[in-house]
């Protein structure tokens, strides 16, 4: 991954811990890739959400529940929160001064 994308993808992770936030802390994937899509991220692959999700798995940000192993709804953690607000760093997310 070169550089840009791999900046674009750390604020794609950014913008889906954000989403959490908005929707109350969790969503299942196909919102989670809908909503990105619209929300500026028109390039974003269903695989490309897959991915950052499983990133965002990986660092503690998110945990996640299979329903019939096919709906996956990703909820925030607490860690996950606190990346969205920019209060700590996460390696593959983009640092954030958002506010609520």
Known sequence: MNAFAA??????????????VSLGDAANES??????????????????????LDLLRARGCTTEK???????VVTITERGEEAAYGRIEVA???RSSWRR
């Open 66 to 72: 299979w329903f019939d192993d096919v709906v996956r």
């Open 7 to 20: 900046a674009v993808a750390a604020s794609r992770r950014t913008f889906i811990l954000r989403l959490l």
């Open 92 to 94: 593959g997310v983009e």
């Open 31 to 52: 919102v989670i890739h809908i909503a990105t899509t619209q929300g500026g991220f028109a390039q974003a692959t269903r695989d490309d959400i897959r991915e950052d």
